[in-house]
């Protein structure tokens, strides 16, 4: 049996900055610098100052995930790295520092698209004992994959659902034709004043409302395709706010009490699952899926998590997403494991001017080949 093989991995596609080591499935380290609080004061990710943390980040990350696993870049077998989709400015970062690394080191090369990287993101492992003793006693601890699988990935830049007929085989099924569903929820945060992401804010707050008091419409019901849409439900809540805040004024009260924003909160959230859902519903009466997996930054969200868990089970579907809150959000270690898989597949860029010719991608959808 072959020897699994070390992948160090990058991803700066958007505003985190991140290095990770894999081998296989399994996660050796995931280093994140998030740049969080530098974008707070914009409330939303502004792309020059994304590009300059990218490159102040990007080599104080790569020597804590070695320093982390004890490993030099002796033991990297190849250099992984997301060409697209993203912010270009920011992809440019690690795509070259990617770039050089595997030239200096005369390692393969690996291009990933990122939203292969929230696709997958289910799959990563985290290096327990018994995945150790598995390995040691060559025994294979992966519990096979049926196919099709049909994967989810719901952040603040995407909303996609995208069959996947093997790894390395998919098919963009549905995705966002305006907002996504995590940026949905920022923005009627925003509206709220709940700051920068208001995605989890708005989970806790949830938990708190009703989420039936104010009912946000539902969109796209008369539209065969499985697309989305989430620009109506925020143009709702704006009119929705002004509304309330006029109604408070007339009794001379100033803007929304505790309970207001609670309710607001659990109203907008199942607004925007119950869309996914409804589009959800379509598919699973007319395509043949074995599995459901969630991705993206939204999938940290527990009440997502059990929709689609209580879904799969009424279909009798296997229901998976990433064993942590880094794992949804960008990060390297999606990007080592689906380089794992392209590594097993042969599908590497070897010699320096090969590695030179590719360039980021910031529109690669997933399914289409490289440029
Ligand atoms: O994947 P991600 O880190 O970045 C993108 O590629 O967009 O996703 C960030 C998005 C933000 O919109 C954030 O508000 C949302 O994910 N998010 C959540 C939760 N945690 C993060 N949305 C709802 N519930 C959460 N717990
Ligand atoms: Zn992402």
């Given at each position: 049996?072959?020897?699994?093989?070390?992948?160090?991995?990058?991803?700066?596609?958007?505003?985190?900055?991140?290095?990770?080591?894999?081998?296989?499935?399994?996660?050796?380290?995931?280093?994140?610098?998030?740049?969080?609080?530098?974008?707070?004061?914009?409330?939303?990710?502004?792309?020059?100052?994304?590009?300059?943390?990218?490159?102040?980040?990007?080599?104080?990350?790569?020597?804590?995930?070695l320093?982390?696993?004890?490993?030099?870049?002796?033991?990297?077998?190849?250099?992984?790295?997301?060409?697209?989709?993203?912010?270009?400015?920011?992809?440019?970062?690690?795509?070259?520092?990617?770039?050089?690394?595997?030239?200096?080191?005369?390692?393969?090369f690996?291009?990933?698209?990122?939203?292969?990287?929230?696709l997958?993101?289910?799959?990563?492992?985290?290096?327990?004992?018994?995945i150790?003793?598995?390995?040691?006693?060559?025994?294979?601890?992966?519990?096979?994959?049926?196919?099709?699988?049909?994967?989810?990935?719901?952040?603040?830049?995407?909303?996609?659902?995208?069959?996947?007929?093997?790894?390395?085989?998919?098919?963009?099924?549905?995705?966002?034709?305006?907002?996504?569903?995590?940026?949905?929820?920022?923005?009627?945060?925003?509206?709220?004043?709940?700051?920068y992401?208001?995605?989890?804010?708005?989970?806790?707050f949830?938990?708190?409302?009703?989420?039936?008091?104010?009912?946000?419409?539902?969109?796209?019901?008369?539209?065969?395709?499985?697309?989305?849409?989430?620009?109506?439900?925020?143009?709702?809540?704006?009119?929705?706010?002004?509304?309330?805040?006029?109604?408070?004024?007339?009794?001379?009260?100033?803007?929304?009490?505790?309970?207001?924003?609670?309710?607001?909160?659990a109203?907008?959230?199942?607004?925007?699952?119950?869309?996914?859902?409804?589009?959800?519903?379509?598919?699973?009466?007319?395509?043949?899926?074995?599995?459901?997996?969630?991705?993206?930054?939204?999938?940290?969200?527990?009440?997502?998590?059990?929709?689609?868990?209580?879904?799969?089970?009424?279909?009798?579907?296997?229901?998976?997403?990433?064993?942590?809150?880094?794992?949804?959000?960008?990060?390297?270690?999606?990007?080592?494991?689906?380089?794992?898989?392209?590594?097993?597949?042969?599908?590497?860029i070897?010699?320096?001017?090969?590695?030179?010719?590719?360039?980021?991608?910031?529109?690669?959808?997933?399914?289409?080949?490289?440029?």
């Open positions: 049996m072959n020897e699994v093989k070390t992948i160090l991995a990058f991803d700066t596609s958007c505003d985190d900055t991140s290095v990770s080591l894999v081998r296989g499935e399994t996660i050796l380290v995931n280093v994140i610098a998030s740049q969080v609080e530098l974008h707070k004061k914009f409330g939303g990710v502004f792309p020059t100052v994304a590009k300059q943390a990218h490159l102040e980040n990007i080599e104080p990350s790569l020597l804590l995930a320093k982390r696993t004890g490993l030099t870049l002796e033991d990297v077998d190849a250099v992984a790295v997301t060409v697209g989709p993203g912010l270009a400015p920011s992809l440019e970062i690690g795509l070259t520092f990617a770039k050089n690394l595997a030239k200096k080191l005369k390692k393969p690996i291009a990933v698209n990122h939203i292969e990287g929230h997958l993101s289910p799959l990563a492992k985290r290096q327990t004992r018994k150790i003793e598995a390995k040691a006693s060559k025994k294979t601890h992966q519990k096979k994959v049926k196919f099709p699988v049909l994967g989810l990935v719901i952040s603040g830049g995407h909303s996609d659902f995208v069959l996947i007929k093997n790894f390395g085989e998919y098919v963009r099924l549905g995705f966002t034709i305006d907002d996504a569903a995590g940026e949905c929820l920022d923005k009627i945060g925003r509206m709220i004043g709940l700051g992401p208001a995605g989890p804010v708005i989970e806790e949830a938990k708190l409302g009703d989420a039936k008091k104010y009912e946000f419409p539902l969109p796209m019901t008369e539209s065969r395709d499985y697309n989305l849409s989430f620009s109506g439900m925020k143009t709702f809540a704006r009119n929705l706010i002004s509304k309330i805040e006029q109604e408070a004024q007339e009794q001379g009260k100033i803007g929304l009490d505790k309970q207001t924003i609670y309710d607001l909160c109203s907008a959230q199942y607004g925007v699952f119950r869309h996914i859902m409804h589009k959800l519903d379509k598919i699973l009466a007319k395509e043949n899926i074995k599995e459901i997996w969630l991705g993206g930054g939204v999938a940290a969200n527990q009440t997502l998590r059990k929709l689609l868990r209580f879904k799969a089970n009424q279909h009798g579907l296997v229901f998976k997403a990433p064993y942590s809150k880094k794992l949804c959000a960008d990060n390297a270690a999606m990007i080592g494991v689906v380089a794992a898989k392209k590594l097993e597949r042969g599908e590497v070897i010699g320096p001017r090969a590695i030179a010719k590719v360039d980021r991608q910031p529109r690669w959808h997933v399914g289409e080949e490289l440029k």
